[in-house]
Each structure stands twice: as C-alpha cells, then as structure tokens.
C-alpha cells in the first residue's frame, strides 16, 4: 500500500508531526511492498523536502509558490489536489491541527473520498486494509474505522507516533511540481500572522504536561505548576473551567474543544475529569492525578492517584523531583 504524507512547514524544517506521519506510513507501507511519499507544500521547502527524505521518505513531491507562503485553504487545495493525482496513494496522512483538519476534509470533498479525523493509531487488518482508530464520546470509547473508497485520507493527532531518527545519508528522488495557484480567486485573505508567545515548551510538544483545574482556587496557583513543569521539563495545561474563569488564556486549554495532546506524561492537578477534559489527553503514556475528592471520575483514567489537597502536596512533589533529579 502506498502512502503520501503532507506536510505543511511551519518554519524552515520538516515539521515534527510530518516525521511522525513519515515513520507511521513507513511501518505500515513495508508489510505491503508499498512506498512512502512526502507532499511538501510552502514558500522555500528546500530544508523541508531534505528533512523528508532524511526521515524516510522514499520519494517527494514539492511545491514552492510565494501564494503558499502563509496557510491558506483556497490556495493549498489546489496544490494538495495535483500531489496527489501525481502520487496516486492508496492512503493520505495528515496532521490532526488546525490546517489539516480543513484541508483533510476539503480534500476528501473534491476528490470524492472520505475522511477520518483525529486518529490516534493507524494499523493493517491481516486480509491488507487500512485500519484508522479514533477516540469517540469524549474519549470514552475507541472507535475502528475504515474508508471505503480511495484515497483514504486521515488526520493523525501529533505524537500519536515516534519520528525516525534523521538519517543525512538517506537519498531519494525529490521532484518539483509546479501548477498556476490564482491567489485571487480566493475567498478570504491572511491578514497577519501572530506568533503565539510560548516561553518554554510548546504544548503540543511536551512529552511532560502539568495541567491545573478549578480545584486550584486561585489564578495565582498556577505558578506552582508552572514550576513542577520547569523541574520535568514540561509545559502547563490546563481544564476549560480555569480558562473560563479567566485564570489562564485559552491557549493553555485542554479537552475537546481545547488541544488534544498525548504526553509520555500527564499530572493532572485539580481537575475532576470531564468526559470533554479527557478527550483531549486520554492518549497520554501515562497519567497521575492529584484531587482531594478520591471518587473524581479522573481516577477512572490515571495509573497513580493523590487524594490530596494539591496547593500542599504539589510544593513537595517538585522539591522531591528537584532533588531526585540533581542526585
Ligand atoms: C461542549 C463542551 C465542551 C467542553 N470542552 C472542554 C475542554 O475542552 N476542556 C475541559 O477541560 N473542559 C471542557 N468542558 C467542560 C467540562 O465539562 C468540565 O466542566 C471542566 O473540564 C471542569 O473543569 P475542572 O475539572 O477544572 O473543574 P471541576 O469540575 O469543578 O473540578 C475541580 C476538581 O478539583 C478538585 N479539587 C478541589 N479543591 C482541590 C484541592 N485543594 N486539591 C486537589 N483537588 C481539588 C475537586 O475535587 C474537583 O474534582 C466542556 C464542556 C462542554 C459542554
């Protein structure tokens, strides 16, 4: 089965999660005698479609148009459409973020296919089928679908796999593809771009998250987790009802309609474990809570429990870590 993989760079690099999709695809692809494609779709790829190959990808297609310079739907489709005409796949990744959930589906429209979103595992029945999981009712069940028709297409929630490690000695064809993109047929226009300011490790990155709830009782409580997290290395998340009450921004949310995240580790500090909570970290490695009320449905989940006040009980965890960690 052969699998085409796009990655849309953010920066100047192949994105981490495209090196996930690349080392998920190949594993799959080599059961089957079937190859592994990269899309590169930006302005000034060249570092990108390099890292794609030193990743594993067995062939790459790129496309660099200044119309592609910032993300932009009506401008990338296009781009998408004729990659993967030329690659023929028998299956299309994408990443599980903002863009690839439009572009995923709005591909999936034109090309007469379907599409199955947030993905946290991809796998290969015995008689060669693709097999997409998914979780469904807020995390609370694991869902096994399959697409019928072809391409199958599938956002992959990132980190749900472990990039292969760069290989500079790796060769494979790279080839251009070059279309007419009418940038002003489209339908909307980026207006700016706003980096988001992120001192430490991104959220979506942190192989540690220390998340906080209402269970906190005051803003200032989150200064606490934010240094457990500093001692682990780790980024701070948090539940909606701390977002709500304007206790941290909504870039920090967690759960359904917050980011979904799936950290080796994740301590969940005052939260009670809303099915819509869980949504967004039930694919963490492992998880540890800590909440006063030893019946809150996060125990349900969590591997380790502390049914203990946390404004105590997280001072003394990072002291204990901090001093473990410099032994
Ligand atoms: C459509 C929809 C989408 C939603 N999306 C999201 C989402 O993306 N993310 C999300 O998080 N929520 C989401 N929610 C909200 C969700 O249902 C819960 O209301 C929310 O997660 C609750 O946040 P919480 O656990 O911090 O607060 P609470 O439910 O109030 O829980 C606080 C917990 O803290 C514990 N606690 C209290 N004091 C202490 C202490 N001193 N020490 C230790 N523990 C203590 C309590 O025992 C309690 O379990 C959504 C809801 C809806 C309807």
Not at 13 to 42: C, D, H, M, Q
Not at 111 to 118: D, P
């Amino acid at each position: 089965m052969n699998f085409l993989v796009i990655a849309l760079p953010t920066g100047s690099g192949l994105p981490v999660v495209a090196a996930e999709l690349i080392a998920g695809a190949r594993e799959l692809a080599s059961k089957t005698g079937g190859a592994t494609s990269v899309a590169v779709l930006g302005n000034g790829v060249l570092e990108a479609c390099k890292g794609a190959v030193a990743h594993g990808a067995d062939r790459v297609f790129f496309v660099d148009d200044p119309a592609l310079v910032n993300y932009d739907a009506d401008c990338y489709l296009p781009a998408m459409e004729l990659v993967v005409r030329k690659a023929n796949p028998a299956a299309l990744l994408l990443s599980a973020d903002t863009f690839g959930l439009e572009l995923g589906s709005r591909l999936a429209h034109r090309l007469g296919t379907g599409v199955v979103n947030n993905c946290s595992g991809i796998s290969m029945s015995d008689d060669g089928k693709l097999l997409l999981t998914r979780p469904v009712y807020g995390g609370k069940a694991v869902a096994t679908m399959e697409v019928l028709a072809s391409p199958a297409i599938a956002t992959v929630t990132p980190r749900c796999m472990e990039p292969l490690p760069r290989d500079e000695s790796r060769q494979a064809e790279i080839s251009q593809l070059t279309l007419r993109i009418d940038s002003t047929a489209r339908k909307a226009r980026v207006v700016e771009v706003r980096q988001e300011e992120v001192s430490g490790v991104r959220l979506e990155d942190a192989k540690v998250i220390v998340s906080g709830g209402r269970g906190l009782g005051d803003p200032s409580n989150f200064k606490m987790l934010e240094e457990l997290a500093s001692v682990v290395g780790g980024a701070v998340g948090a539940s909606r009802a701390a977002v709500d009450a304007g206790w941290v921004p909504m870039n920090m949310q967690v759960g359904q309609t917050g980011k979904q995240v799936a950290p080796d580790l994740y301590i969940a500090v005052g939260i009670s474990g809303a099915s819509q909570h869980l949504a967004g970290m039930s694919r963490s490695k492992h998880i540890v809570v800590i909440n006063k009320d030893p019946e809150a449905p996060f125990y349900g989940v969590a591997e380790v429990g502390a049914a203990a006040d946390c404004k105590r009980l997280v001072p003394l965890l990072t002291e204990k870590l901090k001093r473990l960690l410099q032994e």
